[in-house]
Nanobody, 130 residues
Framework: QVQLVESGGGSVQAGGSLRLSCAAS??????????MAWFRQAAGKEREGVAA???????RYADSVKGRFIVSKDNTNNTLYLQMKSLKPEDTALYYC??????????????????????WGQGTQVTVSS
């Protein structure tokens, strides 16, 4: 099973930027239909999908982050990224990356639900102060 390790979280002021990274333990590009995603969970709230990307280059974003966050993959180093700008206090959460080895984002017009993904990282905390 693919192991995932997130990094890059921290504390920033509103309007600031952060880039999260998620290192995979193996080459996810070898799974032709692989899909990876970022989820987040704020204190007292349910985990929600933030952004997703598959090996076909298709991306999906939550409405709340469109225009501010960009998801990307570097297949040379097996790393998923989430570039976040114009951060808001409501972006404060524990951010997780997730992986699914097949099906990509076929049929999804938004980030798939948690149940779509089988491998998860431990999370990295993002705190945005006003």
């Amino acid at each position: 099973q693919v192991q995932l390790v997130e990094s890059g979280g921290g504390s920033v002021q509103a309007g600031g930027s952060l880039r999260l990274s998620c290192a995979a333990s193996e080459d996810t590009y070898t799974y032709s239909g692989a899909c990876m995603a970022w989820f987040r969970q704020a204190a007292g709230k349910e985990r929600e999908g933030v952004a997703a990307i598959d090996n076909y280059g298709t991306t999906r974003y939550a409405d709340s982050v469109k225009g501010r966050f960009i998801v990307s993959k570097d297949n040379t180093n097996n790393t998923l990224y989430l570039q976040m700008k114009s951060l808001k206090p409501e972006d404060t959460a524990l951010y997780y990356c997730a992986f699914r080895p097949f099906d990509g984002l076929v049929g999804y017009t938004m980030v798939p639900p948690q149940s779509y993904f089988g491998a998860w990282g431990q999370g990295t905390q993002v705190t945005v102060s006003s």
